[in-house]
């Protein structure tokens, strides 16, 4: 098993580059089997979740060809089998979205229930409600789900909440419908607006994504494309809030600064100076920071996956700070990992009471979700003495080159695996 071990107490100082969207690039590759033609995609990730993905698409008989680390060539011409095993669901939960885009060319899908981090209840039931109201059959049988259509018709469809991945799903499908559909209550994040305008460059006819109300006029056939999928907010924010936690000074290069607002907004709150250029976002902390209330909501609301990085920022802020967690009931796992470190949290419900510390201890905690695990080392970075991360396959999952990144702007971290190279880390760091 492999860890981080970590040497806290320099600041972050420097720039660092964000590379493209996990969650935008993951629906983006399930749509670019609805074609016959060849697609291009570049801006990928190099993640786990990408890499997984990729090889469930080959799987069913797409041709996959990975030009390099962060571009591939996909052709789902060859595409045979409808059936998406579970071992690639159990990885990722993203592979569900192989659903709405096989459903939508093929009028045929079956995929497993999806897994994923344990954050918390992801009910699919709105994806299911899309797929039926389109004019599908579907039915859950054995731990997998089985939709089926002689064609699909376009519908006015209301969510009954808001879901990011109902909303990719559905738009996928509806893209090769018959006639009009109409979805609001739809999600706004980036990422949506992304793949709708992949799937136009395709030849969809989707407009309105990025608002409460998508329209879509269904296609025949789409056709070759060649895209860049957007930078990813997420690992942006991550690298902005621990600037802010290690009293630092970071930019941020190759981000589209709307997506940050929220971010940018809270970091501003607490005391941090943040500049924004045209693709960039300087953050500097000069320490002396405050607390603030955070409660998480879909775009443009604050991010749940931000949640843990503010968190562990906020257990170094003077006085007591709120955070509401509206999306994910499991998502404060982390708290208990940051209170070994010598945090002062306190959980109720949906919503953990952080009163501020002056500083955070190194001690062994354990990465409970991806971006738990991400906040777990910006605690690491900022505390006194030695921290050591566990589990950091999660984290492996969403970060591309995570260490050496964090080494660029100064961090004292190393992957490690035996308890060998952890002494050896020790003594060459005391």
């Known amino acids: ?30 749509a670019a089997i609805m074609t016959d033609e060849t697609v291009l995609i570049d801006n990928l990730p190099d993640v786990n979740d990408i890499n997984v993905l990729l090889d469930a698409i080959a799987g069913i008989g797409a041709s996959v060809h990975r030009i390099d680390r962060h571009t591939v060539r996909i052709n789902g011409k060859g595409i045979t089998n409808f059936d998406i095993e579970y071992e690639y669901i159990k990885k990722i939960r993203a592979s569900y979205y192989l659903l709405g885009a096989l459903l939508g060319k093929y009028k045929k899908a079956v995929v497993a229930l999806p897994g994923g981090c344990n954050i918390g209840s992801r009910p699919i039931d709105q994806h299911l409600k899309g797929f039926r109201a389109l004019g599908a059959d579907v039915e859950i049988e054995h731990g997998k789900i089985i939709a089926e259509a002689e064609k699909l018709v376009g519908k006015h469809i209301y969510f009954d909440v808001v879901s990011v991945g109902a909303t990719i799903n559905v738009m996928m499908a509806a893209a090769m419908a018959d006639g009009l559909t109409i979805m609001e209550n739809v999600a706004k994040e980036p990422h949506v607006v992304d793949v709708a305008n992949f799937l136009n460059s395709m030849g969809a006819n989707i407009r309105g994504a990025g608002t409460d109300v998508i329209k879509i006029r269904g296609v025949r056939s789409l056709h070759r494309a060649e895209y860049s999928v957007i930078p990813d907010q997420i690992e942006a924010g991550t690298f902005m809030f621990a600037a802010a936690a290690t009293k630092g000074d970071v930019t941020v290069c190759n981000v589209i600064p709307k997506h940050l607002e929220a971010t940018i907004a809270k970091l501003l709150e607490i005391g941090c100076e943040v500049e924004e250029f045209d693709d960039a976002v300087r953050v500097v902390s000069k320490g002396g920071l405050t607390s603030t209330h955070v409660k998480t909501l879909p775009y443009p609301g604050f991010p749940t996956d931000m949640q843990p990085q503010i968190g562990v920022t906020l257990a170094l802020c003077k006085g007591t700070s709120m955070i509401t967690e509206s999306i994910f009931e499991n998502r404060f796992k982390y708290l208990d990992e940051l209170a070994r470190m010598g945090a002062c949290v306190k959980v109720e419900g949906n919503s953990a009471s952080i009163e501020g510390v002056e500083k955070l201890s190194g001690a062994r905690v354990s990465a409970p979700d991806l971006r738990a695990g991400a ?56």
């Open 1 to 30: 098993m492999e860890q981080y071990i970590i040497k806290g107490g320099n600041p972050l100082v420097g720039e660092v580059e964000i590379g493209g969207a996990k969650n935008a690039a993951l629906a983006i590759l399930a």
């Open 375 to 430: 906040a777990l080392c910006i605690a690491g970075l900022a505390a006194d003495g030695i921290t050591i991360v566990d589990d950091i396959v999660y984290i492996q999952r969403g970060y591309e080159r995570f260490e050496e990144k964090l080494r660029s702007l100064g961090a004292v971290i190393e992957r490690v695996s035996t308890e060998r190279e952890i002494r050896r880390f020790t003594l060459k760091v005391s």
